[in-house]
């Protein structure tokens, strides 16, 4: 009986595992597609993903098209770098 509670065990703590590995890796995903809409037009892409990717992350949103919009999500609108200006592309 121990030895089936425990397997058991080992099988739901498996499935809990893998089901937050999910939800990150959606994130992330998440992030990238709409990060990379954000910054298709970027005269400096690797920045501006970096930092669209920073703020993604931590907002879960990212404005539509590619300039402006930030409206759209608050959060993102509103982080600033250590000089006071905005850090979202």
Known sequence: MKK??????LLVA?????SF???ATADSSFCDSKC???CSKAGRMDRCLQYCGI???KC???PSGTY???DE??????MKNSKGQPKCP
């Open 4 to 9: 089936f509670s425990f397997a058991t065990f």
């Open 14 to 18: 498996l499935l809990l595992c893998s």
């Open 21 to 23: 590995f999910d939800a």
């Open 36 to 38: 990379a809409v954000r």
């Open 55 to 57: 703020c993604c992350e």
């Open 60 to 62: 879960q949103c990212v």
């Open 68 to 70: 402006g919009h930030k």
């Open 73 to 78: 999500c608050p959060c993102y609108r509103d």
